[in-house]
């Protein structure tokens, strides 16, 4: 290079040292073995990310394997009103539009956010414990499968009648691996009427349900975590 | 397996680690016929020794690029058409700051100037987005790269009519969509505001853009594509893409639209004003200190990383929200491979201005591009950082975003926009800038300013995004606690639109004649003397 390297201030024999000395001459600098390192943790770390976080989605698709069916099944709506079920159909379509956003349409929920529907005790148990949830909500840890989530389920009784909660429990109970019995509207009044001074106030997570409801599963009881009852 | 549009993403990260393992491969195997002289060739293409070169302050450093064969690379029509778009630029980067800070302004003064619908907050930040986006980063990015294509090729500007003609439909689209966000009319997407009906104005602006300086790679006298050029020339073709497509009306709906959003919310940061930024660097750094950049094999790794690997990472945007979670996944992944195309563009950026630090601190223009590679790399890994799910629980939703989004924008692209403009301008007229104290003084301003804005933002944002998490606390808590930051924000924020103004002052003058010029030809010191 030539000499132009005058500048109009000097800041030191260390600036000026720095300044004549680096200047890359090598022909062929290699590429420096710690970024190509870097790349191969990346990629491994990609790929199992990638490998792991599907486990959320294949829960549901699994079931419907493990029925016998065909991995891709007509949405549920279409096969309610193939079937000529009205009602079913109805319910369906109700669980598309309120419920679907977060536990997905095939029941699996979201790893780590969202609770799965598909196989759940709490759906399973009696009747009445799934219908309260619908109608008060949730707002605190709750283990289902062995997992533990913490989030907050709107409050839906303002929202939703009891033929509307009765078909979309009857509806959950019944769709994926689930084959629990249907609910009818009769059964949410009941419920509703019997939770009517609590109605506003989301159930404070597991364990909660666990005291009002007893032990509808072996499992449960000891599953629960230490939560601080927020009353 | 069902074949669907993720399922051809996730082919496409496969392919595109694949391809990188090959590319590294014939690198070391020396199969691609590329090594350290090639970083030369911006010594070469245009009639000019290597030494240090600030054209800002000293005259002798003014003179026009002539190619190998004494061809003039800068006839009078494209000079034309380069200083029209770095001064359209430079109007909205004014214009725009100034909405940009009324912004600010409102979010911790929520009545001030709120009669006015136009003059509201929703308007107002959405006006000061697109100024700034396809205004002052746009049109200045490309204003630059019309002085600098032609000078890496050794070539002049082919079609410089045309060049100008698309620059002018370009400025008319801006101005028209941001004057129908005032009024109200917008498409209603963040990042795609403005009114599909200007959208096809913008379109055909960039095209005739466009179609010029491939024209000119097409003619290019040079051995060998500097990485600059290979930056641009990517740019060229991905931007006109990435535009049209998310900009045809009716197309996408649902949250279908949500992706489609934010795949080009975040192309145009990575494909668009990136690549503009990083190929004005990596020209700018070795020219104006004198000497190549470190490895040249390095910079091919880091130009196709980021062209395999940047295309999926907007969808972290839409972590949380109704769309299949492995896409998100898939996303984030990409997201944190985008640290293997930064490291390398740090090896080769960073070693140079730091091991001459005497031109660093002599030169102005210089300051503001190695700054600008600086908080590129930090912006970047910064990026990555946040697609990871468990930050982004924190931070997004609130102004850390924010701060971040500034980092890359305005630390890094702007910045180095301010250096390539402190650098060409003063080439292109002949005169070095008229009021150098306005310079410093600018260079101060912004970097200060923003230093105050991006320190209060990342930690009001940081606290924001925990008290929001925090059940025990009530929402307003969360933005109550953000007001002292947001305060020092319009600090930091008017320091930084008072450097704005300096900066066109300086430029107002400079194009209206003063400043001193260069020494007639006979009288100038001969090069290499």
């Known amino acids: 290079m030539s000499g132009k390297n005058e500048h109009p201030e000097d800041f030191g024999t260390g600036a000026r040292d720095l300044q004549e000395h680096f200047e890359p001459h090598e022909l ?123 989030a907050r389920m709107p409050t839906w009784h303002a929202t939703l009648g009891d033929e509307e909660i009765a078909g979309i429990v009857t509806h959950v109970r019944g769709a994926w691996s689930n084959d629990a019995g249907p609910v009818s509207a009769e059964q949410v009044a009941a419920t509703r009427a019997a939770l009517s001074a609590e109605l506003d106030r989301p159930w404070a997570g597991g364990a909660e349900l666990f005291d009002a409801f007893g032990e509808f599963s072996e499992t449960m009881a000891d599953d629960q975590p230490e939560e601080p009852r927020a009353q | 397996m069902v074949f669907t549009i993720g399922t051809l993403v996730l082919v496409s990260f496969a392919v595109s680690l694949m391809a990188l393992v090959v590319l590294i491969w014939a690198i070391s195997r020396s199969d691609l016929q590329l090594d350290q002289h090639d970083a030369d060739t911006i010594f070469e293409a245009e009639a000019r020794p290597a030494g240090f070169d600030d054209p800002s302050e000293r ?47 409102k979010l911790h003064m929520p009545d001030w100037l709120n009669d006015w619908a136009p003059l509201t907050f929703g308007r107002v930040r959405t006006m000061h987005l697109n100024l700034v986006a396809y205004g002052w980063a746009t049109a200045g990015g490309v204003g630059l790269a019309l002085w600098l294509i032609p000078t890496i090729f050794g070539t002049h500007l082919r079609l410089p009519r045309l060049a100008l003609l698309g620059g002018v439909l370009l400025n008319i689209a801006v101005a028209g969509g941001v004057t129908a966000i005032g009024s109200g009319w917008t498409d209603g997407l963040e990042w795609l505001e403005i009114p599909w009906q200007f959208d096809i104005l913008f379109a055909i602006g960039a095209l005739c853009l466009v179609v010029p300086l491939l024209a000119t790679a097409r003619h290019r006298q040079v051995h060998h594509i500097y990485v600059t050029g290979w930056y641009y020339l990517g740019a060229m073709i991905w931007f006109p893409v990435l535009f049209v497509v998310a900009n045809i009306p009716g197309l996408h709906v649902g949250a279908q639209q949500a992706a489609v959003n934010w795949w080009f919310a975040h192309n145009v940061l990575g494909l668009w004003l990136t690549p503009l930024g990083v190929g004005a660097a990596y020209y700018l750094l070795p020219r104006i200190i004198g000497k190549p950049i470190y490895s040249y094999r390095l910079s091919l790794v880091g130009f196709w990383a980021l062209a ?65 590679a600086l908080l590129y790399t930090a912006a970047s890994f910064q990026g990555s950082l946040e697609a990871l799910r468990s930050m982004n629980s924190v931070t997004h939703f609130t102004h850390y975003t924010v701060g971040h989004a500034h980092l890359g924008a305005y630390g890094f692209v702007s910045l180095v926009l301010f250096g390539g403009f402190y650098y060409v301008v003063p080439r292109l007229l002949g005169r070095v800038w008229p009021m150098s104290w306005l310079m410093h003084a600018h260079f101060w301003l912004v970097t200060v300013g923003f230093a105050i804005y991006f320190v209060s933002l990342s930690i009001g944002g940081w606290l924001q995004g925990q008290a929001m998490l925090d059940p025990a606390r009530d929402f307003l808590a969360s933005m109550e606690l953000t007001i002292p930051y947001l305060t020092g924000r319009s600090i930091g924020g008017t320091l930084m639109l008072l450097g704005h103004f300096a900066f066109a002052i300086n430029l107002v003058a400079i194009l209206a004649g003063r400043g001193a010029e260069r020494m007639p030809l006979a009288a100038a010191p001969q090069p290499g003397e």
């Not at chain 1, 549901?60 to 079937?83: C, F, I, K, N």
Request: hydrophobic share 50%; glycine share 10%.
């Open chain 2, 59 to 105: 005259t002798e450093d003014t003179r026009s690029p002539i190619g190998i064969g004494g061809e003039d690379l800068h006839p009078a029509a494209s000079r034309q058409a380069v200083l029209f778009m770095l001064g359209m630029a430079t109007l909205w980067l004014v214009i725009g700051s100034v909405f940009g800070l009324m912004a600010s302004f």
């Open chain 2, 308 to 372: 395999l690997f940047y295309s999926q990472v907007g969808i972290h945007h839409l972590i949380g929200g109704p769309i299949p979670t492995w896409v998100v996944t898939l996303s984030v992944v990409q997201s944190v491979m985008m640290f293997i195309p930064v490291i390398a563009v740090a090896i080769n950026q960073h070693p140079l201005w730091m091991g001459n630090l005497s031109a660093f601190r002599a030169s102005v223009p210089l300051r503001f591009v190695a700054i600008g």
């Open chain 1, 28 to 150: 062929k600098n290699p590429i420096p073995w710690p970024l190509i390192a870097i790349a191969a943790t990346l990629a491994i770390w990609g790929g199992a990310t990638l490998l792991f976080d599907a486990r959320a989605t294949t829960t549901g698709r699994d079931a419907l394997l493990a029925q016998g069916r065909p991995e891709m099944t007509p949405s549920l709506v279409e096969t309610a009103a193939q079937e000529g079920d009205a009602a079913a159909a109805r319910s369906a379509a109700l669980y598309d539009s309120y419920c679907a956003t977060c536990h997905q349409t095939n029941g699996a929920g979201v790893r780590g956010a969202v609770p799965p529907l598909d196989g759940s005790e709490y759906v399973l148990a009696d009747a009445a414990l799934p219908v309260s949830i619908l109608l008060r909500g949730l707002s605190g840890p709750i283990v289902v499968d062995g997992e533990v989530y913490d």
